[in-house]
């Protein structure tokens, strides 16, 4: 790669380079996302003091800032006819047991107390204007409104573009004391030693510059998961991936860094967004998620047919919201993983091959008109409107240039929900990935690290994150009444301040978009659908060269592009996760998407386990762990939460 001369750019905010604020509190939350949020709120309740940094604005930070259309496994909630230990069962079999089962059964137990909780802070999860009154999917009592399988009611359809700023204002109110627009860099260690306790955190404003060190008891990590290691968009950066910019899997590298053990790490699957590639998620006419279950007729007006796990034809569209014969419930439409089990498969369309074979033909529409009038307004309307990335591309926009959900079709432009189709060596952390291994305190292995939502290990969902944030926010904070020290090594202060300024001190060098470009196109070169020892092994070569030349070449002209750069050499530490954890799974895997050519066999017995790495001396560390090593779910949950439980 050749070196520019970046000519320096004026800049808007006074720049504060070298500057340097010290902050303790008890509590550090890191991501003010979901989960952060939630983690601050429970901590601050315990009456201890709470710092929460946050890369952007809280109000509308995050995967779940922009909104939520449905809330799922709130199996306690009053109509659900699951358990919370049902659902949790069926969440980790519809994986092969590659799930976390600590982190969905919180969610299944809790989700529901958080949704309540939101519902005091001003937030919106009923239909309390009736709009939907006399729906099948409407509990006229307490006037929930239902997705998915409407006879088991474990999945809300809720209003959440009111949460996040409810959840902003409950932090302010419970006097958490919060940095915004500041991006933690790295985690402070005893001694700054790696696999040390942790004792906070360093951060940067990305307005100024100014650098934080932030001393503390107990952190939280709730920076979500690592995007743009296979896809990034030079021309549109922005949208280069499904969750939101400034999620860039921060909280993974600084993990690494400090000895953080990670699960699962080699599972990725083939692409389903990027902007370069496809329409907004849930943008486009699917049956999928928001858009569940709605008609879709083909190119001539065909109507395609649903079907139940049994294959049956469903006559009526009432009939896609339940269960087959013979079935208890099932998660999902079509099914909770990429692999649904028999026995929890929904409702669904007959894959597009099938129906090509069958004469159907290019390209299939959403038939809203087709819709029952209740169903089409739950879809075009709430559903829509309330999704992260549909209210303003696309509800808004659509609107404004004439588009009628009661006249007018809307094309499908990929298979089935996923709006593009992708190589197969285009790949994301999409769906239930890898992540920080988790005890049943929500701790990481190292002493005073908690991890919470997205940056756990096979997590997902916005009431995950929401319940094991409040969750590990609880447990931390109960940590803090322990005595010791707090010392910041200086050692290591001197070090992160001079990684940082080393970007900005040079006068040319590589730009934060180019190195992105080679770290993604290295991971699809080394890292693609098929793997094996020695695809894999130059690849983490190659990432080494990186590292070790263009990476200490990078140049940043202002704070914007300084934040920037610090993403991308986090995005160069979750690559070289990814590939090692590749590297240490040695046998095929169905359920991980896991294509081993030099081992083949999928899902040998001996290797139904989790394959952990972490650093340690220099090196790299990997374990295993039995794949239902949380035990008995119930009395686990009940050992760690006898507080909680008799609230
Ligand atoms: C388009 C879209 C639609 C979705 N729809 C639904 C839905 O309908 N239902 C559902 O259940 N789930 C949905 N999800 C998933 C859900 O939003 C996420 O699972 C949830 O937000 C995860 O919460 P989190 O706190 O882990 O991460 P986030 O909410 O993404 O929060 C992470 C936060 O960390 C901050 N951050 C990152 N790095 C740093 C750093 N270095 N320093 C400081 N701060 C940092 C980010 O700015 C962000 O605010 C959707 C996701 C997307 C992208």
Known sequence: MTEQIHYPLEWPYPIKWGEEKTVTTDVLILGGGIAGCWAAISAAKKGVKVALVEKGAVIR???????????????TNPCSKVTPEELTQAMLQD???????????????????????????????????????????RDENTKFLF???????????????????????????????????????????????????VVGAFGIHTRTGEFFIFNAKATVLAMSRPTRVWLFSPGLPGISEFRPFQCTGDGHAMGWK???????????????????RSYPPYGTGNTHNTWYACSMVDANGKEIPWVDRDGTILTTVSQRYRPALGQKFFIKGGGESDFPLYKYKGPDTLPVNELLKKGYKLPFYADLPGMP????????????????????????????????????????????????????????????????????????????????????????????????????????????????????????????????????????????????MHISRTMQNHCGEVKSKGILKTGLDALKAIREDDASKMVARNPHELI???????????????????LARRASSKHLHFHRSDYPEKDPSDWHKFITVKPEDNKVRIGEMPIDYYGSLQENYGIHNGEYRNR
């Open 61 to 75: 930070s995050g995967a779940g800032g922009s909104g939520c259309d449905h809330w799922e496994s709130a199996a």
């Open 95 to 137: 994986h092969n047991g590659y799930n976390n089962g600590i982190s969905h059964y919180i969610e299944c137990r809790e989700g529901y107390d958080r949704l309540l909780d939101l519902e005091k802070m001003g937030a919106k999860i009923r239909d309390t204007e009736d709009e939907f009154k006399g729906a099948e999917f």
């Open 147 to 197: 997705a998915y399988d409407y006879e088991n009611r474990f999945t809300l359809r809720v209003w959440g573009t009111t949460f996040k700023p409810a959840l902003f204002q409950e932090c302010k109110r419970l006097g958490v004391k919060i940095f915004e627009r500041t991006m933690a860099t790295s985690l402070l260690t005893e001694q700054g030693r790696q696999g040390a306790r």
């Open 258 to 276: 400090a000895g953080v053990e990670f699960a699962m790490m080699e599972k990725s699957v083939r692409a389903e967004w990027s902007g370069t």
């Open 373 to 516: 009038d209740h169903e089409r307004r739950a879809i075009w309307g709430l559903m829509v409107g309330q999704e992260g990335k549909t209210k303003f591309p696309i509800l808004k926009n659509y609107t404004e240039a004439g588009f009628d959900p009661d006249r007018d079709l809307l094309q499908s432009y990929g298979d089935g929900w996923k709006s593009a189709s992708f190589l197969p060596r285009e790949r994301q952390l999409f769906g239930v990935p890898g992540g920080m291994f988790n005890d049943w305190k929500l701790r990481t292995n190292i002493e005073g690290l908690y991890a919470a939502g997205d940056q756990l290990f096979a997590s997902d969902c916005h009431g995950h994150a929401a319940a094991t944030g409040h969750y590990a926010g609880r447990h931390a904070a109960d940590f803090t009444s322990k005595t010791f020290k707090m010392e910041v090594a200086p050692h290591q202060v001197t070090a992160e301040r001079k990684r940082i300024l080393s970007i900005v001190n040079r006068a040319k060098g590589l730009g934060w978009k180019e190195l992105n």
């Open 564 to 582: 920037r750069s610090l993403e991308v050499l986090n995005i160069l530490t979750n690559a070289e996760i990814i590939m090692t954890s590749c």
